[in-house]
T-cell receptor, first 111, second 113 residues
Framework: GGIITQTPKFLIGQEGQKLTLKCQQNFNHDTMYWYRQDSGKGLRLIYYSITENDLQKGDLSEGYDASREKKSSFSLTVTSAQKNEMAVFLC??????????FGPGTRLTVL | GEQVEQRPPHLSVREGDSAVITCTYTDPNSYYFFWYKQEPGASLQLLMKVFSSTEINEGQGFTVLLNKKDTRLSLNLTAAHPGDSAAYFCAARSGGSNAKLTFGKGTKLSVKS
């Protein structure tokens, strides 16, 4: 088994601020993902990465940057926080083409 | 690309009743399907995975049926209990080299005792 860790658990930022969310996994999975989930809604894919230093845009990549520094870690940066970005950001990982395992999430609040 | 429609968005049943959630997908080449459960305030937990070669999977208190002809996937909770109250999401993976999953928008299930 393994675990996905997301830091921080809660993130409070100011409108216009650059904010970074981090994700670590010890499954030794190749592929990692960042999703955004708005309250009571489904998941929207922001970025994913199928190997170290790879980046693929999802459906919601505008306003975000991502970085796959090494196989076990995947960071997401909100380039300029907006009030309508209050949401939970979920990180996931998988053996490529298999089921995804999800982290506990980072809850973002923008003041 | 693949699209997944999930119904109903909200479902309320009494304890002991059955509950059925259905997803229809558009890509007939999709070959790998998943059901996730998300309890309030928690992350997504894998409930069941279904390959195209498997039509029925049974878990603890639920059945998953894949109908390839109708491109439909369903989750049937046979005797719901309050602990089943959660959001449920289906997901599909298309054929080819696509590492992404396409998720349904979710069903919020409420089981009343």
């Amino acid at each position: 088994g393994g675990i996905i860790t997301q830091t921080p658990k809660f993130l409070i930022g100011q409108e216009g601020q650059k904010l970074t969310l981090k994700c670590q996994q010890n499954f030794n999975h190749d592929t990692m993902y960042w999703y955004r989930q708005d309250s009571g809604k489904g998941l929207r894919l922001i970025y994913y990465s199928i190997t170290e230093n790879d980046l693929q845009k999802g459906d919601l990549s505008e306003g975000y940057d991502a970085s796959r520094e090494k196989k076990s870690s995947f960071s997401l940066t909100v380039t300029s926080a907006q009030k309508n970005e209050m949401a939970v950001f979920l990180c996931a990982s998988s053996i490529t083409y298999a089921e995804q395992f999800f982290g506990p999430g980072t809850r973002l609040t923008v003041l | 690309g693949e699209q997944v429609e999930q119904r109903p968005p909200h479902l309320s049943v009494r304890e002991g009743d059955s509950a059925v959630i259905t997803c229809t997908y558009t890509d007939p080449n999709s070959y790998y399907f998943f059901w996730y459960k998300q309890e309030p305030g928690a992350s997504l937990q894998l409930l069941m995975k279904v390959f195209s070669s498997t039509e029925i999977n049974e878990g603890q208190g639920f059945t998953v049926l894949l109908n390839k002809k109708d491109t439909r996937l369903s989750l049937n909770l046979t005797a719901a209990h309050p602990g089943d109250s959660a959001a449920y999401f289906c997901a599909a993976r298309s054929g080819g080299s696509n590492a992404k999953l396409t998720f349904g928008k979710g069903t919020k299930l409420s089981v009343k005792s």
